[in-house]
Structure formats: structure tokens, C-alpha cells
């Protein structure tokens, strides 16, 4: 194929062991940190989110692909809207609270990140699971009467360290192939 | 096919639109709907538009599927190996053809009634070969896909439906002479790091055509707070020590444009203050892009004239008129060098309040794959959907949009009358209009001119 689709499976199913089972204390305790982070986030309390971030941190949102039925597993590029390491979100989380001028924020959205069907899987790693969630995300900005959305699943590697769990990597796969928000000068 | 219905009304409105003494661009122009679809028509369906790049489609059958103004079109490379575009709207009862974004097919068979097309767009056939479904009024060489007419460049696809119209070496005119240091500077050419980004933005798509003809003076405040973090290659805090870069060599050419930056400037920016000759930076100093290792072939398809731009003051943003940007920029990479992002919009009208904002990563082939990852990465950092640059760039232009639709808000002017003059340096080569100091008005008034040429050019 050419060099334009990836070929990194984003949901990594290959990294899926056993299902924990809804309701256990480690489902609710991961479920508990995803509904954190969507109060954090949708709050503006960002250096608080920036501090769940794992420091070797894989964020990304691949750009999606309309594709034939028979290429349904190449519907993603190597290319992203977001393409991070940890560093970059630092960089990107300093911009947004240590300057006065960073516009596309300022007047602010007001965002709300619904989190829901989340499966939760133990992974090879003693400690680590794979996390999958969908997120609904509605935004409003200035007078707008309508709002901005977007529906995505996210497929999440947390790790359980001595301060709670952190955000080792998130992929974010987006269900717009051309986007309906101007910008991500949001988190997801 | 009526190309022509508003002619009459065009001459009249958009010298109203547009004063020409005064270097002034009325609001209403960034609103008006009769404006805009005289604009598909006399722009869009008549300039050359970059849709895609090679790359993207490097075997026989592999195509994508693209815009061209409102128009969808099939970029694919046929089975003579060349890239074909072709209307993505069938000539039977028209339906689109092509139903994904991207893929790979001999045959495009649109699933309404089964008629198939070639990736060069001709036609095979209709089911039911005998009973000859296309009918016995045309024949089966008329009832092909309409074909754009096609040129490469660097690898990029542009495409256009004036078949009469200038080649795109004369399109550029003196432009090109620079646009080759960008496009045409190395053996094998540029490569995309992915398939594009796209989002919709709720403004005139003029908003961002006319900021891509060099408006170097936005970024001071729109983009202050780049600066501010020191994430412009620089460690400045304040406006007086970034305003160095402000200073370059704005060029302009039937509308298009390219800001050069003085080496010595981004070399002083990365690295402190030396005394090194143009060509010792050069060497130390690649332009954007380069490796060091890519140096030599820089070298030796660059004419003399064009090393000694890239030495003093290589281009590194700019557009192409009507409708791109160009970012050939410096940026740090994750391993704490600085490295460079080569980055390509196209802005795509859809309707007259919205655009689509089509972003394009690109390396040298020659480029260690590493560095590719990396430089994809920094490119997502600073440029398109989540670019710490240009978020900002795309809340403002939905305001403007915005205030175009007030009835007094439209009687206001864009106004282009900080004048820096053609100041052409004398070692400077006497190709296109150039104007050297603080980046002013200049190029982005050509682009307007440009537009009103084009807008009133008889049909």
C-alpha cells in the first residue's frame, strides 16, 4: 500500500489479555480517573490534567480515511491532528496557562467531554491496561447558538504508578474524516 | 455549460468592491454569495490549483479523491504511469464515481447504473454491453470522465479546467525561479509524511488566501504567544528582541509570494551571534528541509543566482495564488535539535461563509526516516489542526467573515496601505517584484490585484 496509511493498528487488540469484569474495584477506580480527567479538562484545570500524563507519553489522533468496505482496516494515516510525546503536551499546556495571548483559547470554549463504554482489558504488563472509551464532546464558543461537536473512541495504555494512574498513551480515533471544529486548541 | 450568466454584474461590483487607488478591499466582498459564485467560476474553475502530490499515488491504479473548488475530483495514475484528474461526477445521470477518499482501482464502475471509467478517465462501457445503454447519439469517446488538465511540479498535482489558458511556468512567471528552492531543489523530490488533514472553517476562504501572500505582520500579536514560550526558534520575551525576524525580503508575482528570512537572522536566533560568510552558514546552516547530507545535491540542481537567495535569505513561507500556503520553516524536533517543517495548505471554498482547510507534511526523500517521524511530529506541533501557530490563525478569520454580514459591518475596508515600495536589493536576482525591510502591505495588495485581474478577465 502506499506510504500514506499507516500501519500501526491504533486499537491495539493484539495488546487486549483478560476483560475486567464492569463493576470491580478496578474497573471503577479506571472509570473514576477517566471521569476525573473529562472534570479536569472540561474545567480548565489543565496543569492538574497535564500532571496525569505518563513522561513517555503517545498521544495521537490519527487523521481518518473514507475508505471501501474491503480497506476498513486501512482507514488511518500515518499523519494526525495531534502527533505528541510528552514534551509537546507540556509545551502546548505552558502556551495555554503562562500566556496572555493564546487566542483560539481565549475567550474560552466552553467544553463538555461525555465518557462512556468503557471496556477495560489487563495487559501483559502487571499494572498496565488497556482502556477503551467513547467520547462525545460538545463545544461552544463566544454567542454561538450551535454548537461544535465530536464523537471519537479513544484506546488508552494506563499505568497504576505510587501517585494513581497515568496516561501512558492515548490514540483517538476520530469519526470525522474533515473536521467540523476550526481547530484542536482543545484536548480530547 | 453557461460560464458567463454574471458578467454583467461582475464588472460592475467588483470594481465596487475593489479600489484600486486606494488600496482598499470592501467587507461585503467577504460575504456576498453572487460574488462568490462569480469566484468559482472565474477563479476556481479557471486557475491552476494544487490538489495533491505524487506521492500519494505512487502505483498504477492507487488514486484519491480530491477538490477543486466545489468540485470533486479523481487524482489517479493511469496505466501510462501518468496522473490523470478527471471529474468525479458520472456524464450518465451524475453520480459520483468514486465513493472513498482514497484506494486503488483499474476500473471505476459507478454503482448507479454500472457505467465504468479507466483512471484516465475514459469510458469502457454500460452493462449489458449489446444492448449499448449509452445509447447511438454520442460516442463511447465522448462519454469519458471530464478531464482537468494536468501539470507535475515538484511532484505536487495541479490541475485546471482552462485547457487554453497559460502553462503553469507561466502562471508563476518569475515566481517559479524560487518556488523551485523549494519544490525542485533536491534529486528525488519531496514525499508527503501522510495523507492530508482536513477541516472546515467557518469563514470566506479570501480571509486565508489573502494571509498567505505574506503577511508577516499578524504574527507579532496573532501569534504572540509562540513567541512568548520561545517556541519560534528563538529564546526572545519580548516583541522588540522576535522583531528581527519581522525584517526579510517579501517576494511577489502574479499574485504569488514568498517571505525570505535572512540567514543570518535564523542563525543568530538558533545559534547566537558568528561572523560566518553566506557560504560557511550555508554549509553549517541548510535551508529548511535540508540534511546536510542533501546539501551537495542542493548545490548542484540550484543555479548560481538561486544558491546565493538561499544563502542570504532562503524563502520560507508565502503562497500561491489563489488558495495555498507555503511553511518551509525551521522547528525544533523532539530529540532537541532544530530541524524544519515543510507544510502545504490549500483552502478550498464551500459556499461563502466556509472553507475547507486542507493541510499537506512533506520531507526530502533523502531524509533519514527518524528524522521523518520527527519532523511530522514538530509540523503537528506548530502548523494545522492543533498548531500552536495556526489555531489562532483560524479564530480569526471567522470573525471577519462575521463582520461582513452586518449591514454597516460590509460597508467597512480591508485596507493594504502600509507601503515598503519594490526595493530590489543589488545583489539581489531581478526576478519578480521585490520589497526588502519590514514585511508591510505590498505582496498581499498583488494578491488582490492578482484576484481582480482574474475577475475581470473576459471569459
Known amino acids: 500500500m502506499s506510504v500514506t496509511i499507516a500501519t500501526v493498528n491504533y486499537t491495539r487488540e493484539d495488546q487486549r489479555r483478560g476483560e475486567v469484569p464492569y463493576g470491580s474495584p478496578v474497573y471503577n477506580t479506571i472509570m473514576g480517573f477517566l471521569i476525573r480527567e473529562a472534570r479536569l479538562l472540561d474545567h480548565r484545570e489543565i496543569k492538574a490534567w497535564g500532571e496525569l500524563l505518563a513522561e513517555d507519553l503517545e498521544y495521537k489522533a490519527p487523521v481518518r480515511i473514507t475508505r471501501r468496505v474491503q480497506q476498513f482496516d486501512q482507514e488511518f494515516g500515518t499523519m494526525g491532528h495531534f502527533d505528541e510525546d510528552h514534551n509537546s503536551m507540556m509545551l502546548r499546556i505552558t502556551r495555554l496557562l503562562t500566556t496572555t495571548n493564546a487566542w483560539s483559547e481565549d475567550p474560552a470554549s466552553r467544553v463538555r467531554r461525555f465518557i462512556s463504554n468503557v471496556s477495560i482489558w489487563e495487559t501483559d504488563a502487571p499494572d498496565e491496561y488497556e482502556v477503551s472509551s467513547y467520547l462525545l464532546l460538545t463545544r461552544n464558543r463566544a454567542e454561538a447558538k450551535d454548537y461544535k461537536q465530536l464523537s471519537a473512541e479513544r484506546n488508552d495504555r494506563l499505568r497504576m504508578t505510587k501517585d494513581g494512574f497515568k496516561l501512558a498513551r492515548r490514540s483517538i480515533l476520530l469519526d470525522q474524516v474533515v473536521l467540523g471544529m476550526p481547530n484542536f486548541a482543545i484536548f480530547l | 455549460m453557461r460560464l458567463n450568466s454574471r458578467k454583467e454584474y461582475a464588472n460592475e461590483a467588483i470594481s465596487q468592491f475593489i479600489d484600486i487607488e486606494n488600496r482598499e478591499v470592501s467587507v461585503a466582498a467577504l460575504h456576498d454569495a453572487e460574488l462568490y459564485e462569480l469566484e468559482l467560476e472565474r477563479i476556481f474553475a479557471k486557475a491552476w490549483l494544487m490538489i495533491g502530490h505524487e506521492t500519494e499515488i505512487p502505483n498504477v491504479g492507487d488514486y484519491v479523491v480530491r477538490l477543486m473548488g466545489e468540485d470533486q475530483v479523481i487524482v489517479a495514475r493511469a496505466a501510462d504511469g501518468q496522473v490523470h484528474v478527471s471529474l468525479n461526477v458520472c456524464p450518465h445521470r451524475a453520480m459520483h464515481v468514486c465513493l472513498a477518499d482514497s484506494g486503488n482501482a483499474r476500473v471505476h464502475k459507478c454503482i448507479y447504473h454500472g457505467w465504468a471509467f479507466r483512471p484516465d478517465g475514459s469510458f469502457i462501457g454500460a452493462p449489458i454491453e449489446r444492448e449499448q445503454m449509452h445509447g447511438n447519439i454520442k460516442t463511447k469517446d465522448q462519454l469519458g470522465l471530464k478531464k482537468a488538465r494536468v501539470q507535475l511540479y515538484g511532484g505536487l498535482v495541479f490541475a485546471t479546467w482552462n485547457h487554453d489558458g497559460p502553462s503553469l511556468d507561466d502562471w508563476f512567471g518569475d515566481m517559479k525561479f524560487y518556488y523551485d528552492m523549494l519544490f525542485c531543489r533536491t534529486d528525488n523530490g519531496l514525499e508527503v509524511l501522510g495523507p492530508p488533514q482536513r477541516l472546515t472553517i467557518d469563514a470566506n476562504w479570501k480571509t486565508a488566501g489573502e494571509q498567505s501572500a505574506c503577511d508577516g505582520f499578524h504574527t507579532l500579536t496573532?501569534?504572540?504567544?509562540?513567541?512568548?514560550?520561545?517556541?519560534?526558534?528563538?529564546?526572545?520575551?519580548?516583541?522588540?528582541?522576535?522583531?528581527?525576524?519581522?525584517?526579510?525580503?517579501?517576494?511577489?508575482?502574479?499574485?504569488?509570494?514568498?517571505?525570505?528570512?535572512?540567514?543570518?537572522?535564523?542563525?543568530?536566533?538558533?545559534?547566537?551571534?558568528?561572523?560566518?560568510?553566506?557560504?560557511?552558514?550555508?554549509?553549517?546552516?541548510?535551508?529548511?528541509?535540508?540534511?546536510?547530507?542533501?546539501?551537495?545535491?542542493?548545490?548542484?540542481?540550484?543555479?548560481?543566482?538561486?544558491?546565493?537567495?538561499?544563502?542570504?535569505?532562503?524563502?520560507?513561507?508565502?503562497?500561491?495564488?489563489?488558495?495555498?500556503?507555503?511553511?518551509?520553516?525551521?522547528?525544533?524536533?523532539?530529540?532537541?535539535?532544530?530541524?524544519?517543517?515543510?507544510?502545504?495548505?490549500?483552502?478550498?471554498?464551500?459556499?461563502?461563509?466556509?472553507?475547507?482547510?486542507?493541510?499537506?507534511?512533506?520531507?526530502?526523500?533523502?531524509?533519514?526516516?527518524?528524522?521523518?517521524?520527527?519532523?511530522?511530529?514538530?509540523?503537528?506541533?506548530?502548523?494545522?489542526?492543533?498548531?500552536?501557530?495556526?489555531?489562532?490563525?483560524?479564530?480569526?478569520?471567522?470573525?471577519?467573515?462575521?463582520?461582513?454580514?452586518?449591514?454597516?459591518?460590509?460597508?467597512?475596508?480591508?485596507?493594504?496601505?502600509?507601503?515598503?515600495?519594490?526595493?530590489?536589493?543589488?545583489?539581489?536576482?531581478?526576478?519578480?517584484?521585490?520589497?526588502?525591510?519590514?514585511?508591510?502591505?505590498?505582496?498581499?495588495?498583488?494578491?488582490?490585484?492578482?484576484?481582480?485581474?482574474?475577475?475581470t478577465a473576459d471569459a
Request: glycine share 10%; with cysteine; charged share 20%.
Open chain 2, 222 to 455: 496573532l501569534h504572540g504567544s509562540v513567541i512568548d514560550i520561545g517556541a519560534m526558534g528563538g529564546e526572545s520575551d519580548t516583541e522588540h528582541e522576535s522583531a528581527p525576524a519581522m525584517y526579510g525580503i517579501n517576494l511577489s508575482g502574479n499574485g504569488h509570494s514568498l517571505r525570505c528570512i535572512a540567514a543570518d537572522t535564523s542563525w543568530a536566533l538558533a545559534h547566537g551571534k558568528g561572523d560566518l560568510t553566506p557560504e560557511q552558514r550555508l554549509e553549517a546552516f541548510p535551508p529548511p528541509g535540508i540534511t546536510p547530507e542533501l546539501l551537495p545535491e542542493v548545490k548542484r540542481n540550484m543555479s548560481a543566482e538561486q544558491l546565493h537567495v538561499l544563502a542570504k535569505a532562503p524563502p520560507v513561507v508565502g503562497g500561491m495564488f489563489p488558495n495555498m500556503n507555503i511553511l518551509f520553516i525551521y522547528s525544533p524536533l523532539r530529540d532537541g535539535t532544530l530541524g524544519s517543517a515543510l507544510v502545504l495548505h490549500s483552502i478550498m471554498p464551500k459556499g461563502p461563509d466556509h472553507f475547507e482547510w486542507t493541510t499537506y507534511y512533506f520531507a526530502e526523500k533523502g531524509t533519514p526516516e527518524h528524522i521523518k517521524v520527527m519532523m511530522r511530529a514538530s509540523a503537528t506541533l506548530g502548523t494545522g489542526t492543533s498548531g500552536i501557530i495556526e489555531q489562532d490563525d483560524s479564530d480569526t478569520w471567522p470573525h471577519m467573515t462575521e463582520s461582513a454580514k452586518g449591514v454597516i459591518g460590509r460597508t467597512e475596508t480591508l485596507k493594504y496601505q502600509a507601503i515598503l515600495g519594490e526595493n530590489r536589493p543589488s545583489d539581489w536576482p531581478n526576478k519578480a517584484k521585490v520589497y526588502e525591510g519590514f514585511g508591510k502591505d505590498d505582496a498581499q495588495w498583488e494578491w488582490w490585484l492578482a484576484y481582480h485581474k482574474l475577475m
